[in-house]
């Protein structure tokens, strides 16, 4: 103890009062900026207000979709923003409305918004939303599978955006130079996918770089390779995923296109090469390396590529078999009961880990679930009024703990709905515990939210929401 005071004075005296002192004889201080760099941040914020202003409660007032429109709404004003006020200063833009197509437009929202403020775009995406048809004015959006090739490409545009554009995110630099020469990009990385598969950082070290900065720099590497000079930002959205790459101006003179593209080419085909699985690398080389080439007709530009499904497959145990699903809820609960103490006033169980508890079943109904719900732990959180999963480990929810409060403040604080009415929600189910447990349930029937018994039960009429 009195070598760490020692240690302690040391440092205060011989490295802090040093610091303090040379930083009050600085004339200025200053921090460099993290986020908004390529941008004036005055321009930036007076923007963000107007758009804010004009765009935003009424979009949240009318969303349709199930995701949160407190996020996705002010996310996509903050980059329509960032967009808007780098057109505005880009001396290549020459203070013209910028033209645009957003690659995996999701809501549109970000088309709807740049098209209301003037500038011609288009969206594309595999599956329409809800809310296409709602915007008001109409926004340029288009239900299409989107697959990298010389029918996907967008002379007549100054920019493809890719905002959280998924498998098509490395392909973006590719499409925009072989678009046209002054054709430019901006993405914003989110998924990690390679050019025909997820992503996978190489050589990772201990002390290397993240998975996420690792991707960052692939698709920084994409860009320069396609003959961009890539400059990164970082955006101020609601999102862990916030850095941008723009693909301004180009490296190569028009006249060496051809040259370019032979190189571009290469590269691309070097990097699924390095992708590709070991069964294809047993294969012939002749015929792996003409299912990997990249043709300068109207083929695919890499037959591997595999755009999303348009029909999102439901992951949530719907489709698991119901007496599957009550097998392995009551085995778990049996097993959690025997690691609990059986002589206490209401036994609530033990821990056990997820590995320990994926042991108990055999490899068919394991596989059944990953195919259909995402796994056991996703029944097992799915099955949150019996239990609690945390840490890796499982344990049986204790509704008369805090567990109890603290679930009833988020389980319905439902996301674009934070004055819902709960009570609507009470005995629309009924209670597993006291069914099921030795005991019984540890809260009396006034007190739980949950049916003690059918003549409890209360039905809620279908456009009420379910819990």
Known sequence: MHNATLHTKEWLTNILLKKLARWSEESSLTTEATSLKLVSVQRYNEEYQRLKTKYGPHLISIWPECTDPQ?????DIAIATYLMVFWAADKLC???????????????????????????????????????????????LKECTITPSDETLFPEYDWLIGNHSDELTPWIPVMASRSSFSCRYFVIPCCLWDFTQKFSARNSQKNGPSQYRSYLNFVEEVGEKCGFVVKEDTLRIPSTKKVCFIGESRTYRPEDEASMNVRRKNYIDQRISLCTSSKEKQENKETAAKKRKIDDGERSWAEDFKARDKEEKVRNCVSVDAQTKDKIIHRVFEALLKEGDSDAPWNAGGSIALGNIAAMFDSETLKE????????QTLLRNSHHVFKVQAGHVTLRDWASDDYKEYQAKKHRRKGQPNRDVTQLKKTRRCFFFAFHPQGCPLSSSDCRFAHGNDELVKISSDKPTN
């Not at 013209?96 to 970000?110: A, T």
């Not at 003037?118 to 809800?130: A, E, S, V």
């Not at 679930?369 to 056991?376: D, F, H, N, R, W």
């Open 71 to 75: 996020k996705f709404v002010y996310e």
């Open 94 to 140: 020459g203070g013209k409305p910028q033209s645009f197509v957003d690659l995996g437009c999701g809501n549109g929202l970000l088309v709807h918004i740049l098209n209301s403020e003037g500038h011609k775009g288009l969206g594309l995406d595999l599956r329409k939303r809800k809310i296409w048809d709602i915007y008001d004015p109409k926004a340029n």
């Open 369 to 376: 679930l990953k195919s259909e719900c995402g796994g056991l």
